[in-house]
């Protein structure tokens, strides 16, 4: 027997009044959490900035081996014309070496893709030059190209431009056979399914690669600096490290640090205009969870 | 053979005008511990307009079958041909729904459809208007703009027969298509698949290993045996249309499905203790 559905009980809130409670916690929920994500860090380090000072004074540690974060700043004030001097070479040489890193990588990514015997032949060798270390070839490319900042792009290009290779590769194949299956059914030319399907599936893997790269490419122009520099932000960590100016290369770090950030976010903001909102949905979804 | 005789003594009684045609189709797949037959000589024709599903257990290569009869797999031997002319190539007359959606993630519900008619250079107003046509009426309407990671499995299935219908293919390859759905979802959507069907009268072939599926759509159900696939019989389905769900608990209906359930139980697929 079909029986009827139970009566409500007198008194119960409307469901109106629920789905308005409820959908009133979540948007509560959500400005929480946007404002305690910038908050609890900003926070953190200011605790740790605190503590940093204090120690340094209580213990009265010499400034030559750790300076308080209040002398680190006022060298960073009273060196900031020669900050931005030494900023503007290693912001050049990688942004070259990034730059010849995409030039170069993609278009070897498509070769690789394209034509099966040429990724046979190519990839030993590229794993091999993975292998060896990139810092220890950097004293040849002085000798071949002397002081200027053409070695210090080559060595941030050497060391950044792998992982791009390889995600582009990646990506351009792997993409599930059905979609290629569904490209012939509706009689797509070869080009066109490599720019309507091929493609766009392989910017997420690419964008992965151009991530990691841009962060070598860092380090890497930081190592060819250090090698045989005359200027930029590693040569100056240097000169400061041989007169002991420990504030200075506080300083120094400090402003290597933001301006690795600011390129990284930079590749972050390229992705966002590259990748329509169905990744940028998928993606602030899992950022919410976290 | 034996299934082979039976095929031929069920050929074409009052069939309509054949359309596709295989013929003593085999594949064969060569692996590191020797060759595994995929299909063995199956000859099957299907008539223009006809729904002909195709039953079988996991690995009789239905799906094999399917994808050979569309020209994206090459066969190792056997021939497939519409109206004479024999298919070498990947086939542009069809419309093709995978067991999964299959969906470009960076296009919206209504952009997916839409790839269809780009490819094949349809005029853009009227597929635009034939795209939501069918949205609604698979009951997407309003979600022409979502992307696919905002519906549900069994939205993104019906964008993905709406796309493979927009260009009005004279022919419908279908591979499970809701072999990952749940159950009630999977009702609707034989009920949709049904009506439209009954519009377009288009020629389909089904792949499924549902024999409610197959029994409810089919005007053919060609049942197939363990692998190697062959064709163990072909069994008319005389159900007077459109099936309703009602039906489907009648006595004929029943009856359908119990010859199906003999032949699999004869061919040891399934086995009562």
């Not at chain 1, 690789?112 to 091999?128: D, E, G, K, M, Q």
């Not at chain 2, 095929?7 to 074409?12: E, F, M, Q, T, Y």
């Not at chain 2, 594949?27 to 006809?50: C, F, I, M, Q």
């Not at chain 2, 049942?223 to 769900?245: A, K, N, Q, S, Y």
């Amino acid at each position: 027997m079909v029986s009827a559905e139970p009566p409500i009980k007198a008194g119960t809130p409307s469901i109106e009044e629920v789905e308005a409670t409820i959908q009133r916690n979540l948007s509560r929920r959500e400005t929480q959490a946007r404002v305690s994500s910038v908050l609890y860090p900003t926070l953190l380090v200011a605790v740790l900035l605190v503590l940093w000072e204090a120690l340094t004074r209580a213990f009265h540690i010499p400034q030559f081996l750790l300076p308080a974060p209040t002398a680190v700043l006022s060298s960073l004030a009273a060196h900031a014309d020669l900050l931005l001097k030494h900023l503007w070479i290693t912001t050049l040489e990688i942004a070259f070496g990034f730059g010849l890193s995409i030039v170069v990588g993609v278009p070897l990514a498509l070769a690789i893709f394209l034509w099966p015997p040429f990724a046979r032949s190519i990839f030993p060798l590229l794993v091999s030059s993975q292998a060896m270390p990139k810092v220890a070839v950097a004293p040849l490319l002085l000798v071949w190209f002397g002081f200027g900042l053409l070695p210090k792009v080559l060595i941030a290009f050497l060391i950044a431009f792998f992982p791009v290779v390889i995600n582009t590769a990646v990506g351009l194949s792997a993409i599930e056979r059905e979609k290629i299956y569904l490209a012939w059914s509706m009689g797509l030319s070869g080009t066109a399914t490599f720019f309507k399907i091929r493609l766009p599936n392989a910017l997420p893997s690419i964008f992965g690669g151009l991530k990691i790269s841009v962060t070598l490419a860092v380090v890497g122009a930081v190592v060819g600096e250090f090698v045989g520099g005359d200027a930029g932000l590693g040569y100056l960590l240097m000169v400061a490290n041989g007169s002991m100016d420990t504030p200075l290369l506080f300083a120094d770090l400090l402003v290597l640090t933001a301006l690795g950030v600011a390129f990284f976010m930079l590749v972050e903001l390229a992705e966002r205009i590259a990748l329509p909102p169905h990744a940028k949905g998928a993606t602030a979804g899992t950022m919410q969870s976290m | 053979m034996s299934e082979t005789l039976m095929s031929a003594s069920r050929a074409d009684a009052g069939a309509p005008e054949p359309y596709l045609t295989i013929e003593s189709l085999s594949k064969v797949y060569a692996t590191h511990n020797g060759p595994v037959r995929a299909l063995d000589r199956v000859s099957l024709t299907a008539g223009r307009g006809e729904f002909l599903s195709i039953l079988g257990p996991s690995g009789c290569g239905k799906s094999t079958l399917l994808m050979i009869a569309g020209g994206l797999v090459g066969a190792s031997s056997g021939t497939v041909s519409i109206g004479g002319r024999i298919i070498n190539k990947p086939r542009t007359d069809l419309g093709i729904v995978f067991q999964s959606p299959v969906l470009l993630e960076w296009r919206t519900a209504l952009g997916n459809i839409m790839l269809q008619a780009e490819a094949r250079n349809l005029d853009r107003g009227t597929a635009l208007a034939r795209a939501k046509e069918l949205l609604a009426a698979v009951g997407l309407k309003g979600f022409e703009d979502k992307y696919p990671h905002e519906l549900s499995g069994g939205m993104r299935q019906r964008v993905s027969i709406c796309r493979s219908l927009i260009h009005n293919p004279p022919q419908l390859l279908m591979d499970e298509p809701f072999g990952a759905l749940d159950a009630l979802t999977r009702d609707q959507l034989v009920l949709d698949i049904q009506q439209i069907w009954n519009e377009l009268r288009t020629t389909v072939l089904f792949v499924t290993h549902s024999v409610a599926e197959a029994v409810f759509l089919s005007d053919r159900i060609v049942v197939m045996t363990p692998r190697p696939g062959t064709i163990d019989c072909i069994i008319d389905v005389e159900l007077p249309r459109p099936r309703t769900l009602a039906m489907r608990e009648g006595p004929e209906f029943a009856g359908y499905s119990r010859q199906i359930f003999d032949r699999l139980l004869a061919r040891g697929v399934l086995h009562e203790h």
